[in-house]
Each structure stands twice: as C-alpha cells, then as structure tokens.
C-alpha cells in the first residue's frame, strides 16, 4: 500500500459509508479516522450512503435508523459541518443519473471480475444486479463531485481503478481530446492499517456478526471483548504477542510505550488472555469517552443531525447540478423541461 496523503490545497476528498449496521471500530481505524483527518484540511464532501446499503438492506425502519447512526457517529467523533459536507446519498438524485449513463460505458465482464463481487459470491450468496454494479454507483459517487482523493480501504482499491477506468471512458467517448470532463482520482489508504480483526480472528465486518461498535458500553462491550478467539497457551507460558487478535486490537488504541510494555508480559509468561482482554477493554472505554458522552447528547438532538444533513446535500447539489448540465450536454440528453 502506499500513502496518498492529499498534497496540496486544490484536492476535493470524497467518500461513502453504508448505513447497513452500527459502525464498528475497523469502520473507525479503516476510514472514519481518515475522514475527520481531512476534513478541515481540503475540501470534502462524506455522504451516507444508502442506495449501496439496498443492495443487502431491506427493512425501511432499518435504514432509517442506521442512517441517522452514522450521522450521529460522525458529528460525535468530531465532524464539523462548518468545514466540509456531510449528508444523504438518496439527497442528490443527479448521482443515480450519472451512474446510469455509466452503466452504459461499463462491460459486464469486468464487474464481474470485481473482488468485492466475487467475494460474496463466493460465500454462496446469490448477489442482485445492485451488488455487482456497486463499483459504478460508487464512481458516480466520486467523479460527480470531481473528487481527486479518495480515503479508502485496500480492499477497496479495486474500485477506485475502476472509477478511473469510467472516468476515461467518458472522456474519450464524449468529450474533446483537449477538454476531458472528468479528473482521474487517487486512492488515500494508510500505511499502518490494513485489516481490524473481528472477535472471531477474521476482518472486522457487518456481514460476519464479528464486530465490536465504536460506541458500544457497558455489558454489551465487556461481552464482545471477553469473547475474542485466542489460543489454548496456558497462563504461565510465553505467548507471540504479534499472533494475538486481541495484542492486534490492543496496536490500535495503546500509545508506543504502552504496546511495548504489554508485549514484553506476552513473551514474560504469567500474563493471561484475560489480562489482556481486560487492558483492552480499558483502552477502549477511555479511547472513546469524549466521543459517547457527545453521542449521548446529540441524540437528544434529532433535528439538528437532520438540519445538519440537509445543509450537506445542498452543498453537494450546487456541485452536482452543474456538472450534470456539462454531461448532459455532452451525451446529447435533452432537457425539454
């Protein structure tokens, strides 16, 4: 992986997250760190992203629910609404319209090479036709807002390749050679982390039941934490920290001192996987502390969040709006109206 850290003041950072479930710490350290790195250094557009979360979620009450967590996740990790957008994917209908116009540029084939695609395929279920066209629905994301900086995760690279790849074919099909409409965005993944493992040793996900929230508390989290799979070591023996799902989890919350500590007890002997369940859930009440009781009040604050979102998707639209006029024009689709 490489470092793509938006280098100058002109880059337009751009990206989604799926309101299919509470967001869970690897949603955290995978992209909304990123997010809230940014978002007062460039200009940013962070949208929720619904129409992609339709293609497993169908339960109205649900996304209705999920949407709002995200938002409330946001503003309390600290969002500010005054520096960049934050809004409703569903909010501006010119994304839907340029990922049409898209489809028609994309060959089947080469979605169906996707991954991501291939992945779920893989896992036996029977994907809709909204799963396998998710990569130009996510290209309409990007390219309509002329994002150059993309923060995603590795296993989201692929995607990025191809909204590249629609970005040119709509150039060369419709636009003069010396006038391309779109920019070709880069992906902004971090170097130092790649995948959060879940309490079951697999990537942290939704899909996989695995997670632990970043605003879970109390019971709730205690039992997630103690439910980690490790290994049968018994206490007394020395253990390899950098074999350990719960010393992974640990890298992420502790300082540099810390980690060193705690992984010279694993080596020592006589340091259990309770004792570092117990660290673990320590640093994690405590990394988030701030952030709960901010929840806590925003959720007091419902029209806030939406008054919030709704002034996002205006920002957005004045972006959209007038790109989709220049593409409009450029594909010949009239506007009679």
Same mark, same amino acid.
């Given at each position: 992986m490489t470092d793509a850290t938006p280098s100058n003041a002109d880059s337009v950072v751009v990206s989604g997250i799926q309101p299919s479930g509470r967001l869970h710490i690897g949603n955290y350290f995978g992209a909304l760190r990123q997010h809230l790195d940014l978002h007062t250094?460039?200009?940013a557009?962070?949208?929720? *992203?619904? =129409?992609?979360?339709?293609? @497993?979620?169908?339960?109205?009450?649900?996304m209705r629910q999920y949407t709002m967590d995200v938002a409330l996740d946001y503003l309390a990790l600290g969002f500010d609404p005054?520096?960049?957008?934050?809004?409703?994917?569903?909010d501006v209908p010119e994304v839907t319209e340029l990922a049409w116009i898209f489809y028609n540029l994309m060959p089947v084939s080469r979605?169906?090479?996707? *991954?991501? =695609?291939?992945?779920?395929? @893989?896992?036996?279920?029977?994907?809709?036709?909204?799963?396998?066209?998710?990569?130009?629905?996510q290209a309409a994301d990007i390219l309509i807002y002329g994002g150059t900086?993309?923060?995603v995760g590795a296993d989201q690279k692929q995607h990025i390749e191809i909204t590249r790849d629609l970005a040119q074919r709509f150039n060369n099909t419709f636009c003069p050679?010396?006038?391309?409409?779109?920019?070709l965005p880069e992906p902004y993944i971090l170097d130092d982390v790649s995948v959060v493992p879940g309490i079951d040793g697999q990537k942290m996900s939704k899909s996989y039941g695995n997670t632990i929230g970043i605003f879970d508390e109390g019971k709730a989290l205690k039992k997630k934490v103690m439910s980690i799979v490790t290994d049968s070591t018994p206490l007394d023996e020395p253990k390899d920290p950098e074999q350990c799902n719960v010393f992974a989890l640990i890298k992420l919350f502790a300082e540099a001192e810390q980690r060193a500590e705690i992984a010279e007890q694993y080596r020592a002997g006589g340091y259990g996987y309770g004792h570092a369940k117990k660290e673990l859930l320590g640093l994690i009440q405590d990394f988030f502390a701030e952030a709960r009781e901010r929840r806590h009040e925003l959720e007091q604050r419902p029209d806030y969040v939406r008054d919030v979102l709704r002034d996002g998707a205006k920002r957005a639209r004045q972006k959209t709006e007038p790109l989709m006029a220049q593409v409009r024009n450029a594909t010949g689709l009239m506007k009679t109206m």
């Open positions: 250094q460039h200009e557009y962070y949208f929720i *992203v619904n =129409y992609h979360a339709l293609t @497993s979620l169908h339960d109205a009450d649900k005054d520096e960049a957008a934050l809004f409703v994917q569903s979605l169906e090479r996707g *991954v991501s =695609y291939k992945e779920k395929v @893989s896992q036996g279920l029977n994907p809709n036709a909204g799963l396998l066209n998710y990569p130009v629905l900086q993309v923060p050679d010396d006038d391309p409409l779109f920019t």
